[in-house]
C-alpha cells in the first residue's frame, strides 16, 4: 500500500530562522512527487514537481530536493508570508492506464513569526 | 487564465438530504479529480474523469456518492441521503492530461460541507 508520511506535524520558527519539513514514502512506480501549499480555507496551490532522485527545485525561498525514499523542502530565511501548510503528494501510474493518481500525506502546518 | 471554481463554497444541510457541488475546470484540460479532506487528514482521493468518461470511480466511499462530466467541461458530484461523516471539504482539480508537465493538477478552492 502506498504511503506518504509528512514531519513534523506543526512547525513555528521565527521570521529569518531557516528549517527543512521532511516527506517519507513508500510507493511502486513512482512518477513524481508535488509539493503543493495550502491556505486556511482555500485549496491546494502548486509548488513543484520533483521526478528523480537527486532532482532540486527552488522558487524564491523555498527548495524542494528528492531522494529514492523521502524528499525535503527547505526554507531558508522564512516570513511570515509563508506561513501555510504543506502538502506532499506522491503521484503513480502507468503509460497502460493513461492517467496518474496523487496519494497525500497530511501535511505540516508551518507558523513563521515575526 | 481563470483557474479552478467550485460551487458552493459552503454548504450545509440537513441529514438525509441530498446535496450537488459543482466544479468549472480550467479551460482546456481534458483530466478533472475530486478529492475529499476531512479535519486532520489527508487528501482522499474520490474520482478521476478523462473527457466525459470516469475509469476510476475507486475511491468514491460508498454507492450514495456519484459524479458526472458533460462537455468534457463542467462535473457536479451528488452525495445522496447525507451522512453527518459526509461533512469535508470537498475539492476538484484538473490537468490538461497526460504526460510531463501536463499531469500536474491544479486545484480549486474547494466546497465545505457541513451535515447537521
Known amino acids: 500500500e502506498d504511503q506518504v508520511t509528512q514531519s513534523p506535524e506543526a512547525l513555528r520558527l521565527q521570521e529569518g530562522e531557516s528549517s527543512s519539513l521532511n516527506c517519507s514514502y513508500t510507493?511502486?512506480?513512482?512518477?513524481?512527487l508535488f509539493w503543493y501549499r495550502q491556505d486556511p480555507g482555500k485549496g491546494p496551490e502548486f509548488l513543484f514537481t520533483?521526478?528523480?532522485a537527486g532532482e532540486e527545485k527552488e522558487k524564491e525561498r523555498l527548495k524542494a530536493t528528492l531522494t529514492k525514499k523521502e524528499s525535503f523542502l527547505h526554507i531558508t530565511a522564512p516570513k511570515p508570508e509563508d506561513s501555510a501548510t504543506y502538502l506532499c503528494?506522491?503521484?503513480?501510474?502507468?503509460?497502460?492506464?493513461?492517467?496518474?493518481?496523487?496519494?497525500f500525506g497530511k501535511g505540516t502546518m508551518l507558523l513563521v513569526s515575526p | 487564465g481563470a483557474g479552478v471554481s467550485q460551487s458552493p463554497s459552503n454548504k450545509v444541510t440537513e441529514k438525509g438530504k441530498d446535496v450537488e457541488l459543482r466544479c468549472d475546470p480550467i479551460?482546456?484540460?481534458?483530466?478533472l479529480y475530486w478529492y475529499r479532506q476531512s479535519l486532520g487528514q489527508g487528501l482522499e482521493f474520490l474520482i478521476y474523469?478523462?473527457?466525459?468518461?470516469?475509469?476510476?470511480k475507486s475511491g468514491l466511499p460508498s454507492d450514495r456518492f456519484s459524479a458526472e462530466r458533460t462537455g468534457g467541461s463542467v462535473s457536479t458530484l451528488t452525495i445522496q441521503r447525507t451522512q453527518q461523516e459526509d461533512s469535508a471539504v470537498y475539492l476538484c482539480?484538473?490537468?490538461?492530461?497526460?504526460?510531463?508537465?501536463?499531469?500536474?493538477?491544479?486545484f480549486g478552492p474547494g466546497t465545505r460541507l457541513l451535515v447537521l
Open positions: 479551460s482546456g484540460h481534458t483530466a
Open positions: 482539480a484538473s490537468s490538461l492530461g497526460w504526460g510531463v508537465p501536463q499531469e500536474t493538477q491544479y
Open positions: 474523469f478523462q473527457g466525459n468518461s470516469a475509469p476510476d
Open positions: 520533483l521526478y528523480s
Open positions: 503528494a506522491v503521484q503513480k501510474g502507468s503509460m497502460n492506464s493513461g492517467y496518474s493518481t496523487l496519494t
Open positions: 510507493v511502486s512506480g513512482l512518477r513524481g
